[in-house]
């Protein structure tokens, strides 16, 4: 009788044991495949974004140098040598102590 309670006592923990690996490894799945399903989304709204036809265009735009018919296009350069030549005269200047330069070449870029 006693033999009979212990084995089936330690059938029990074996079995409860068993079903605690197997409860973990269906949790572990399943968190793999709520990842996959996130990922899966994103990379379904990710290719609807990379498809938009305006994104094409753009694309085109920026990469390929495309114009629609009888758009203008403008370039705007901007000129920067006239601050620079103006910010290093302010150094040539010798009476200015040299932590006030310092302040003035980090403050000003």
Known sequence: ?????GWLGLSFIKIKLHDN????EVWE???????LE???????????YM????FLERQAR???????PGEEVVFVYTDNS???SSSSQDF???????????????MEE
């Not at 498809?51 to 305006?54: F, I, L, M, V």
């Not at 040539?92 to 980090?106: A, G, M, Q, S």
């Open 1 to 5: 009788m006693i033999l009979a309670v």
């Open 21 to 24: 690996i197997v409860n973990k």
């Open 29 to 35: 799945l399943e968190a793999k495949a709520d990842n």
């Open 38 to 48: 996130h990922s899966n989304s994103m990379l379904e709204k990710f290719l609807s």
């Open 51 to 54: 498809t938009n036809p305006s």
């Open 62 to 68: 920026l990469k390929l140098n495309y114009k629609a």
């Open 82 to 84: 006239a601050n620079i």
């Open 92 to 106: 040539k200047n010798e009476n200015i102590p040299n932590p006030v330069k310092w302040w003035y070449y980090l």
